[in-house]
Every structure is written in structure tokens, then in C-alpha cells.
T-cell receptor
């Protein structure tokens, strides 16, 4: 069974600075998807960024980018120029051949003014 | 815009009651999921369905059942609610080539 580990239960960052959230996973599969989801306080969970394992290039979406290290089974999220609206719970997730999503326990990120 | 609608945002039920949580989608996605979210535990999969009348157990199915009579609707049933089922419940839809889309969540309190 796949497992996803987020080792930072909480993090904080100053507005406009950069922060990196860590995620590691364990799988024996070679083709899979990795995701970062964001859940703002009392709001819906939404996708931040996704990465296909067969793509070597790291995914980027505006201020959000990932560092995907397949051999190390690491998938960290970097948020540049942090904004107050980035305050949220962030979940790393894995999807393999059975199409089920496995989530980490989440990292609560607080952006301070 | 993708719409995944859960029937209630907040729900308070008594111990022993039968509870129905409804989820409706407008995207014609085959795959639908029910998760439970608890602080410090992340999201845990209760049940999922790949098609109408089809269901599979997730990681924590005990105390729950599901129903999918139509493609757009996936119901989670608590046969006899207990206080340890107090939680946030999230419905999600997905295709194999897309990310998951989530409902707004139902915060259930069992007293």
C-alpha cells in the first residue's frame, strides 16, 4: 500500500517570502500522479499543482512550483512571494494504478502580514 | 465550473440515528469518493464507486455503507450513528486523467 508523509504539521512564513512544504511517499509503482491540494479555512479543497511521474520536468503554476525527485520519492511544494490568501491546510496526495488518492496528514501554513 | 454539491454543510444527529449524506455532481465523472477528514489524520477513504450500482470499500468502511443508483449521485449512510463518527465528510469526483474535485464538506456532529 502506498503511504504519503508530510513531516511538518504546521509552518509559518512572512508575507512576500518563500516557503517550502515537504512530502515523501512510498510506492512500488512506476507510473503515478502526485498532487498538492489546498484547503483554505472553511472553504473547499482545491488543486494547487499536479505532477505526472513520467515527466522529468517539475510542474509550475504561477507562484507555486514543485521539486519532484522520483528516485528519492520526494515531492516538495515551493510557494514564492507568499500572500495572505495562501494561508490554508496543504495536503500532498498520491494516485497510482488503482485510481485511489492517498493523502498525507496535511501541513497548516500561516502567512503572517 | 465543476460542481460537486453536498446536501448539508452542518448536521447534528443523535446517537443511533440513521444518517444520509448526499453528494451530487454535474460533470458526468465515473469515479466518486467519500472521505473523512479529522485533525492530525488527514483524509481517509471510506468508500468509492467507479460506476452506477458499483461500490468498493476504502480504508475505513466500518460503520458506513453507500449507495449509487444514478451516475450523478453518491450517498454515504451511517447505519447507526455513533459519537466517534463526528467528523468532516468530503465527497470527491475524479477521472483517471484529471485531478479530484471536492464538495464543500459536511461537518457532522453526533451527540
Amino acid at each position: 500500500a502506498q503511504t504519503v508523509t508530510q513531516s511538518q504539521p504546521e509552518m509559518s512564513v512572512q508575507e512576500a517570502e518563500t516557503v517550502t512544504l515537504s512530502c515523501t511517499y512510498d510506492t512500488s509503482e512506476n507510473n503515478y500522479y502526485l498532487f498538492w491540494y489546498k484547503q483554505p479555512p472553511s472553504r473547499q479543497m482545491i488543486l494547487v499543482i499536479r505532477q505526472e511521474a513520467y515527466k522529468q520536468q517539475n510542474a509550475t503554476e504561477n507562484r507555486f512550483s514543485v521539486n519532484f525527485q522520483k528516485a528519492a520519492k520526494s515531492f516538495s511544494l515551493k510557494i514564492s512571494d507568499s500572500q495572505l490568501g495562501d494561508t490554508a491546510m496543504y495536503f500532498c496526495a498520491f494516485r497510482g494504478s488503482n485510481y485511489k488518492l492517498t493523502f498525507g496528514k496535511g501541513t497548516l501554513l500561516t502567512v503572517n502580514p | 465550473d465543476v460542481k460537486v454539491t453536498q446536501s448539508s454543510r452542518y448536521l447534528v444527529k443523535r446517537t443511533g440515528e440513521k444518517v444520509f449524506l448526499e453528494c451530487v455532481q454535474d460533470m458526468d465523472h465515473e469515479n466518486m469518493f467519500w472521505y473523512r477528514q479529522d485533525p492530525g489524520l488527514g483524509l481517509r477513504l471510506i468508500y468509492f464507486s467507479y460506476d452506477v450500482k458499483m461500490k468498493e470499500k476504502g480504508d475505513i468502511p466500518e460503520g458506513y455503507s453507500v449507495s449509487r443508483e444514478k451516475k450523478e449521485r453518491f450517498s454515504l449512510i451511517l447505519e447507526s450513528a455513533s459519537t466517534n463518527q463526528t467528523s468532516m465528510y468530503l465527497c470527491a469526483i475524479e477521472r483517471w486523467d484529471t485531478e479530484a474535485f471536492f464538495g464543500q464538506g459536511t461537518r457532522l456532529t453526533v451527540v
